[in-house]
């Protein structure tokens, strides 16, 4: 028999103790996961340790998998699982007023403001200013927001991620965005007026 | 300003820097390593834990109740045994 190559093959393997399968596994997914951690932890030492936690947790409830839907899914709930527990461990470091806007930033609101919009240049700045934002706000109302607004997902994926029901994800994405334009009203109200 | 159209704006441009996909050298080097060195999970380990843990609330429970049942009452009359059986006979309304 050769080596087991399918997801469903290693997994099997692991299963029956052979350890070194769930290598394979770890290197495929290992870069989604990182481009999803990064989305909710800044400092890369975080990121790493947001990652490693995920893998161990995978490794240790691998028994759990059923095999009825993708391992990247199952992987995925899981990695938006310890992302959340992240945001809420470290809820008390978040920010809770917002400095100044950089430069870039700045710029950014004069050309939205100037109608002068999808400039790619300007996108860091952009993103810069949505991270900022996203750090002050609730770890449900940033985990839903990401979600939603920057990872694309419907309501119905993001009750299957997070395991909440539709009703919840859908008032705390209603709760969420009016949070983000309260700030981004104050803001534009410290700027303009 | 249109915060509606602000907020949209912001993360139509946010979605176009996606977050880096790049993994740190020899992580998945690192992983197995912890992996390897981590003890196996021990059921009977785990059970211990959790009955510890209920031991302690099922203690906290008792301390609490015995704490509550020696507390002395703002009653002004101790009730007996005795009065607490005859009360119900002893009610005025009740007659047949």
């Known amino acids: ?193 | 300003m249109d915060l509606n159209r602000l907020q949209q704006n912001l993360f139509a441009q946010a979605r176009s820097v996606p977050p880096s996909d790049q993994v740190p050298y020899a992580f998945e080097k690192r992983v197995m390593a912890s992996l390897r060195a981590a003890p196996p999970a021990d059921a009977w380990l785990l059970w211990g834990r959790a009955l510890w843990r209920g031991a302690a609330a099922c203690v906290a429970l008792s301390v609490l109740l015995s704490v509550w049942s020696v507390w002395p009452t703002n009653d002004s009359e101790p009730v007996t045994l005795e009065s607490a059986v005859f009360a119900a006979a002893e009610e005025p309304g009740e007659a047949w």
């Not at chain 1, 990401?146 to 209603?174: P, Y």
């Open chain 1, 1 to 193: 028999m050769g080596q087991p190559e399918s997801d469903a093959e290693l997994i099997a393997a692991v299963l029956k103790g052979s350890t070194g399968c769930f290598e394979p596994l770890v290197q495929k997914y290992s870069p989604r996961l990182f481009a999803t951690a990064r989305r909710y932890a800044r400092r890369e030492s975080e990121v790493e340790d947001i990652v490693q936690e995920i893998w161990q947790k995978a490794y240790a409830h691998l028994g759990s998998f059923r095999g009825d839907a993708p391992f990247e899914h199952w992987l995925m709930r899981l990695a938006v699982h310890v992302c959340y527990d992240f945001l809420r461990k470290h809820q008390r470091n978040r920010e809770t007023s917002f400095t100044e806007l950089t430069e870039p930033e700045s710029d950014w609101l004069d050309r939205h403001v100037a109608g002068s919009e999808g400039d790619p240049e300007n996108a860091a700045a952009a993103k810069q200013l949505v991270d900022r934002l996203l750090a002050q706000l609730s770890p449900p109302a940033r985990l839903v927001i990401t979600l939603l607004e920057l990872e694309e997902r419907s309501i119905k994926e993001i009750s299957q991620l997070t395991g909440w029901s539709i009703t919840l994800v859908k008032v705390r994405a209603f709760r969420a965005r009016a949070e983000m334009r309260k700030l981004l009203g104050r803001i534009a109200k410290d700027k303009y007026l």
